[in-house]
């Protein structure tokens, strides 16, 4: 369960997985990259990025209000979280254009003390 730790209110329940199940999820992603980088343009994978961002922004203060109510974060840093995590993809959107870019795909585990990142 997902509990409020100022409360203690269940917020939602999120199932967990087993080593075994997070590294076939892994190969499974591998396995799909070629043919999503061979299939997809830079300037496609950019654009589906920035859409992300844009997603992010559009729904910063429900997202921020979930973070400071998951993880007991002041309302202002979970504000400021999500524009990292924007600049992040951001980032990655501006690269994934250029000729050496890393446009094809990331993987970045993040700490629970700052999940959107």
Known sequence: PVLNPATGEE??????????????AIARAAAALPSWRDG???LQRGQLLQAWSQLLQ????DLATLITLES?????????EITYARSFLEYFAAE????????????????????SA
């Open 58 to 61: 559009e729904n910063e203060q």
């Open 11 to 24: 917020l939602a329940y999120v199932s967990s997985t087993s080593v075994s199940e997070t590294q076939e």
């Open 40 to 42: 997809t343009t830079g």
């Open 72 to 80: 007991g974060k002041p309302w202002r840093e979970a504000r400021a």
């Open 96 to 115: 994934a254009t250029r000729p050496t870019g890393a446009g094809g795909g990331f993987l970045i585990p993040t700490p629970f003390s700052q999940p």
